[in-house]
């Protein structure tokens, strides 16, 4: 059964670090062209970062470039988000799923992640 499940959210102050994992079942995660996803309330989901088949190269939205970093791990089968100098715009719900810019059809969405980025 393919699944997608995201941890590592949580609230933090401005400036502050988080880790996001997104572990991936039923399918291998490398295998696939991959992104990190986020919707704030009253906004679309977008894509902030995502990294090609293998890893071979990474994409980030402006708004996350310089401070975030997307990378896998192929022996757990697991992709992640280091988000650092986080900034309250930052807060939302984070999601991983395929890179839908390549017209590949999603994995089922997972529940997300909540980020809360406040003093």
């Known amino acids: 059964q393919v699944q997608l499940v995201e941890s590592g959210g949580g609230l933090v102050q401005p400036g502050g670090s988080l880790r996001l994992s997104c572990a991936a079942a039923?399918?291998?995660?490398?295998?696939?062209?991959m992104g990190w996803y986020r919707q704030a309330p009253g906004k679309e989901r977008e894509l902030v970062a995502a990294?090609?088949?293998?890893?071979?190269?990474?994409y980030y939205a402006d708004s996350v470039k310089g401070r975030f970093t997307i990378s896998t791990s192929n022996a757990k089968n697991t992709m992640y988000l280091q988000m650092n100098s986080l900034k309250p715009e930052d807060t939302a719900v984070y999601y991983c799923n395929k890179d839908l810019r390549l017209g590949e059809p999603p994995a089922p969405w997972g529940q997300g992640t909540q980020v809360t980025v406040s003093s």
């Open positions: 990294i090609t088949k293998f890893g071979l190269r990474t």
């Open positions: 039923g399918f291998t995660l490398s295998s696939y062209a």
